[in-house]
């Protein structure tokens, strides 16, 4: 009898699920009733146009994949997951998907004067002798603490045909062939086709933050239109799946740079080899700070690398404020995509091979102040 009731059990289970499937319908919702003035009885259509915002949605299915060689070249699947929960199943509807998003803000920010300004630091408060500061319970005179500013995936059926409407903002994809969606539990995965471009790849080291490089391949959005964002994207190195990425929007004409994952050959190291300041305190006659570091990139693979390696200096809007610095070998670039203080330095590497930089800063700043 045990036995029996276990399989009982099974075909119970699913049988409620495949109630819950079709019987979503059934929830509460809104109705709408139209009042038509007919003269003479005979057959008649309506036409309903409504908004379902947060009911429906639509969003890009995308596959990124590199293939690597003496051209490397950058191929983009695309097509869209539309998922809908109007409280009805949609059955052979005509599907119309639009790049466009009527809930985005329609008008842009605005932004308030900003003043700046120096001060003297504040002289350090008095400690009060032990047994008065012991015998008060109430916490006043104690030294204040900083504050801080605040699924079910179903297959479209082969052989998908649709066309694109990229005139006026925007643009608009129409499938000729009718889709069925229930609501609620389906997602209708929808596959368009595939786009190809040259891309350039190359290692990318920010040895202050990881310990390995990464591939990443430079390309320009000369598609048919802009690319929408995607939180999770499947991304292939010669066939190969390597890593999952968020894709931000691209536009037209918009160059990109898109992550293909670690080369844990690619072995980076930052060491600082010196660090001293002047006299510390609230207050004193003259300071200065000196750092000296040492990175260095190693090449543990079989191939040669063009290599993009990061790093950066302080910098200062005041001229109180002074800030030197040196590196060898030069740096290839100073204050990269217009970000002060972020250096960068190009170089190939050979299999085998490793390279050694050395970062000199100095930060002098005068009497009575207090370095931030």
Request: proline letters at 5%; aromatic letters at 8%; a negative charge.
């Amino acid at each position: 009898i045990e036995d029996q009731l276990e399989d009982l059990a099974e075909e119970l289970k699913e049988a409620e699920q495949a109630l819950a499937a079709v019987a979503v319908q059934d929830a509460n919702r809104y109705y709408l009733v139209v009042a038509v003035d007919v003269t003479q009885a005979g057959p008649g259509a309506l036409e309903l146009n409504y908004f379902t915002s947060g009911y429906a949605s639509s969003q890009p299915s995308y596959e990124w994949h590199l293939t690597t060689g003496e051209t490397s070249e950058l191929e983009l699947k695309r097509g869209f997951d539309v998922w809908q929960a109007t409280g009805e199943n949609w059955n052979g509807v005509d599907l119309t998907i639009s790049t466009l998003q009527p809930g985005e803000r329609g008008t842009p920010s605005h932004i308030n004067a900003l003043q700046r300004w120096l001060q003297d630091p504040r002289p350090e408060p008095k400690m009060r002798n032990q047994d008065f500061a012991a015998s008060d319970d109430s916490g006043a005179g104690l030294l204040a603490q900083p504050i801080v500013e605040p699924v079910i995936m179903e297959e479209a059926a082969g052989g998908v045909q649709w066309g694109a409407d990229t005139s006026g903002p925007g643009a608009s994809y129409h499938f000729s062939h009718p889709v069925s969606i229930a609501s609620g539990p389906d997602i209708l995965k929808l596959e368009m086709d595939s786009l190809t471009t040259e891309a350039e790849v190359l290692a990318v080291a920010v040895p202050m933050r990881d310990e390995t490089a990464y591939r990443v391949a430079k390309f320009t959005n000369d598609f048919d239109g802009d690319l929408l964002g995607s939180a999770r994207v499947p991304m292939f190195v010669d066939g190969k799946l390597v890593t999952f990425s968020k894709f931000e929007r691209l536009a037209v004409g918009q160059e990109a740079e898109l992550g293909f994952g670690a080369l844990h050959g690619l072995r980076l190291t930052r060491n600082v080899l010196q660090k001293s300041e002047g006299e510390r305190g609230m207050i004193s006659r003259s300071n200065q700070q000196q750092e000296v570091v040492e990175i260095s990139v190693e090449n543990l693979t079989g191939e040669t690398w063009p290599l993009r390696l990061m790093d950066r200096v302080p910098y200062s809007e005041q001229e109180e404020l002074e800030i030197s610095w040196s590196a060898a070998p030069s740096v290839s670039e100073e204050n990269v995509d217009k970000q002060r203080g972020i250096l960068a330095w190009e170089f190939d590497l050979a299999p085998g091979a490793d390279r050694l930089i050395r970062l000199e800063t100095t930060l002098s700043w005068p009497e009575g102040k207090l370095l931030r």
